[in-house]
Each structure stands twice: as C-alpha cells, then as structure tokens.
C-alpha cells in the first residue's frame, strides 16, 4: 500500500507564497513511479502542476512556470512545492500524486489553496 499525506495549504493573499509537503510511504517503487503534484479548481478538471520525471527531471505547467518550484528530500520520502508570486487562479484544491510519468496511481487527500485578498 502507498500513502500520501500533504500538508501546508492554506488561504494567502496575490502575490504570496505557500509551500505544501508530501509525504511518502510503503511501496512507492521510486525507480518506476513518481511523485507529482496535481490540481482541481472548483468548476474545471484536474490538471499538473509540476512533476518528478525519470533523470531527477522535473516538468512544470506553463501557468505556473517561474512561480513554483518542486524539490524533494529522498531521505524522508517527501516532496515539497513552493509556491511564489501566488494567483487568484492558483485558488484550488492541491493532490499530491504518485504513479507513472502523466498517469497518477495514488491520490493524496488533497489540500486546499485559496488566493484571494
């Protein structure tokens, strides 16, 4: 089994920052699967925020590029997120995601992000 847990949203006003987390655990096969930060807004589809890629590569949606950033601590299985220069249109709930490159396996609960002022 994996588990997903995320932590760090919250409400922030435009142009502030949020970091979320993700921790990993049990079998998340780190050489096949990897971890990925999804999006929902209320009204619309999920959609990739930013990802883990085979080569330590990471892949960004164009809305965010240059804003946010994904690392990571192999050490404590986790992911982290940051979030700069934050949006209204950033306002969505947050998953954290682990499976294949563009084919999430395991969800996270999700976290809530509101920009608003």
């Known amino acids: 089994q994996v588990q997903l847990v995320e932590s760090g949203g919250g409400e922030v006003q435009p142009g502030g920052s949020l970091r979320l987390s993700c921790a990993a655990s049990?079998?998340?096969?780190?050489?096949?699967?990897?971890l990925a930060w999804y999006r929902q807004a209320p009204g619309k589809e999920r959609e990739l925020v930013a990802g883990?890629?085979?080569?330590?590569?990471?892949n960004y949606a164009d809305s965010v590029k240059g804003r946010f950033t994904l690392s990571r601590d192999n050490a404590k299985n986790t992911v982290y997120l940051r979030m700069n220069s934050l949006k209204p249109e950033d306002t969505a709930v947050y998953y954290c995601?682990?499976?294949?490159?563009?084919?999430?396996?395991?969800w996270g609960q999700g976290t809530q992000v509101t920009v608003s002022s």
């Open positions: 995601t682990l499976g294949r490159v563009g084919v999430p396996r395991y």
């Open positions: 883990f890629t085979s080569g330590e590569g990471t």
């Open positions: 049990g079998n998340i096969r780190p050489s096949v699967y990897f």
